[in-house]
């Protein structure tokens, strides 16, 4: 790395005068010297220092159009953005830790020795923008000039991740400078790599997203995928969980949404799922507002948990994405202003996805390049019209939900927190934990799910996901969940904990709910969380009357929700309770910082299923209990 007296000669020799004056405009050296750094070894032909004015964000979004790196669609404002056709999704084999000398991260985090890491990751980045523009650019993770926020910097050869910055992220340039010589910051460095013809990375094998703990720092290597690359995303999220370790606060996989209770009563929820099973679809509800669909900070303020959602758009799963299940976001992505498609097939210069609600064309552009339907790849798998992890990128100040509190600097005071994951067999469809700790331990921490295409590998397998959370926590798994229980503990009154199961199979496969019956768990927590209804107590936790629902269903849907659905839902599965309390048990057995109350929860969990069994079965109605 360059030394602290040629990092003004490596800038002054390469930045033409009003990039570096926009540079050094921000007194802080170590942001130079990052800067610098990633200058001398990625060895770009121009540098492009980005402030936050409309003419520099102007400036990076027609470069990702001269560059190719996206296409104009025929709606204004709307673009089209390709990644490669292996560089679809977050690689989380190839995501590493840094690990310094003496640091232990426990079980299960996929980490390399530093200086091995170091070595590998640098030198693919060694050269890598050779004949490319890099651009320099300042955000702010949370609201601006906030106790939550995060000032970053990124670095990256792709005008395509510079581009969806803009709509995801606050800008941080003036508040880097309003830091002055002292602001503690983030660090990103990122470069898509060789280029193939389309302009795609070429050498995905040497893909790597390496994450610098000592410096807190990211370095992502040979690939576009926002996932992997947009380093205020993913990146940041696991430098936030050991800050937040460190600080005292939570950084969570969250969305953050206004649920509108009786009387003008608005409660705010924020719910964790793993990717791609409804967290976006829950946090855009029609009627309801939202204030972040992926990453939110918690903290502790004067006895009340607060949380911000920590970015300004959305990067969603635009698959199903109709206008029946979500009329807000197909609205948006319908008409002019600006959204970036990616990886959807494209004829007439429009977009096209799977679920959109309509015939799809039989013939266009898409992944892999000219594309008609039957086609197969290389592998003899069938290529999809759209890829399944297809997206949209847009501001959220787009959407006609957006609720008022986005840019609270104090954030919004959470009055719930709901937990779901992708789960065909065993959880009813909403139910409220008992207390703080026994949410965060049978709910959060025992949080399964089938694997979707949002990451790299087959799709469908039951996974362990503490949180929704397990690709992102960069501190041991003990810690972690130690962190969320003193959480709680801090507070008198922390906000109730909910789980949901949008995907509850019938025996003949079938799902027993629909997409939008999400609607009335939400309303229906928002009631409980407010004492407002009465529940059933189970052995995993409260469950809603069905009274209750029946008329939620008429309310919110116009729908009838009969008592043999409810008995179908809420049926107590005892034998699959126990058989995933049994995989978890056996997760956290082999996790050494595991909390003992861990175990003791567990324990209490499985007696009480055990009893039940004993006296009704394998299977209860609600009706019984
Ligand atoms: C997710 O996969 O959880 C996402 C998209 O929100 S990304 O992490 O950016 O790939
Ligand atoms: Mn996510």
């Not at 492009?48 to 004015?53: E, N, P």
């Not at 209770?261 to 608005?266: A, E, F, I, N």
């Not at 025992?446 to 039951?462: D, K, N, P």
Request: a negative charge; aromatic letters at 10%; hydrophobic letters at 40%.
């Amino acid at each position: 790395m360059s030394n602290n007296d040629d990092y003004m000669d490596i800038l002054t020799g390469n930045l033409d005068k009003t990039d570096l004056e926009k540079l050094l405009a921000i007194e802080n050296p170590a942001v130079h010297r990052f800067v610098a750094d990633a200058i001398d070894l990625c060895k770009p032909e121009k540098i492009f220092v980005s402030t936050d004015s409309e003419e520099d964000i102007a400036f990076v979004r027609r470069l990702a159009l001269d560059r190719n790196e996206e296409a104009a669609l025929a709606i204004d404002g709307h673009t089209i953005h390709f990644d490669g056709y292996h560089d679809q999704a977050r690689d989380v084999a190839r995501t590493k830790y840094l690990l310094p000398e003496g640091l232990d991260l426990g079980e299960r985090l996929n980490s390399v020795e530093r200086a091995e890491g170091l070595a590998e990751i640098r030198g693919f980045l060694a050269g890598a923008m050779a004949g490319k523009t890099v651009m320099v650019r300042f955000f702010c993770l949370g609201p601006v000039d906030s106790v939550f926020s995060i000032p970053c910097v990124q670095v990256t050869d792709s005008s395509y991740v510079a581009h969806s910055e803009d709509l995801l992220y606050r800008h941080g340039y003036e508040q880097l400078r309003r830091l002055g010589e002292s602001g503690e910051f983030f660090r990103f460095l990122h470069s898509a790599g060789r280029l193939a013809d389309n302009n795609t990375s070429a050498d995905v094998e040497k893909r790597r997203v390496y994450i610098d703990i000592a410096e807190e720092m990211v370095y992502t290597s040979n690939s576009q995928y926002a996932g992997n690359t947009i380093g205020l995303k993913k990146l940041a999220l696991r430098l936030a969980i050991r800050k937040a370790d460190r600080e005292g606060w939570l950084a969570e996989h969250m969305f953050v949404m206004g649920i509108n209770g009786p009387g003008g009563r608005k409660t705010y929820f924020t719910g964790a799922f793993p990717s791609a099973c409804g967290k976006t679809s829950t946090a855009m509800l029609p009627g309801e507002s939202i204030v972040g669909d992926d990453i939110a900070y918690f903290r502790n303020i004067d006895g009340a948990a607060r949380a911000v959602n920590v970015e300004a758009g959305i990067f969603g799963i635009i698959r199903d994405v109709n206008p029946t299940d979500d009329p807000v976001i197909y609205d948006v992505l319908n008409k002019s202003g600006e959204v970036i498609f990616s990886n959807v097939l494209i004829t007439e210069r429009k977009p096209y996805w799977l679920g959109m609600g309509c015939e799809l064309p039989s013939a266009g552009y898409n992944h892999s390049g000219d594309w008609t339907a039957g086609a197969k790849d290389a592998d003899g798998n069938e290529i999809t019209a759209s890829h399944r992890n297809a997206r949209y990128t847009v501001n959220l100040a787009r959407l006609a939900n957006v609720d008022e509190a986005l840019n609270d600097p104090e954030g919004v005071i959470v009055g719930g927190i709901i937990y779901g994951g992708r789960d065909s067999d065993t959880c009813v469809p909403v139910q409220q934990a008992f207390d703080w700790a026994h949410g965060i331990i049978t709910i959060a921490a025992s949080l399964e799910s089938e694997t979707t295409a949002a990451t790299l590998g087959a799709e469908g397998v039951r996974k362990f996901n503490l949180m929704s959370n397990m690709d992102f926590v960069a501190i041991p798994l003990g810690r972690y969940i130690q962190n969320n229980l003193n959480f709680g503990a801090s507070m008198e009154n922390p906000p109730p904990i909910f789980g949901v199961n949008y995907f509850l199979r019938g025996a003949d496969g079938k799902y027993l709910n629909g997409m939008l019956d999400k609607g009335v768990w939400v309303k229906w927590a928002e009631l409980a969380a407010h004492g407002d209804v009465e529940t059933i107590e189970t052995p995993t936790g409260l469950i809603p009357k069905y009274e209750d629902l029946k008329r939620l269903f008429a309310e919110v849907l116009k729908k009838e929700f009969t008592e043999a659905d409810y008995a179908e839902q809420f049926k107590l599965r005892i034998g699959e309770n126990i058989a995933k309390l049994g995989r978890i048990e056996k997760i956290y057995r082999a996790i050494s910082d595991t909390p003992q109350l861990v175990f003791e929860t567990f324990a209490a969990q499985r007696e009480r299923l055990e009893a039940l069994r004993k006296d009704k079965g394998d299977y209860v109605n609600p009706m019984e209990m």
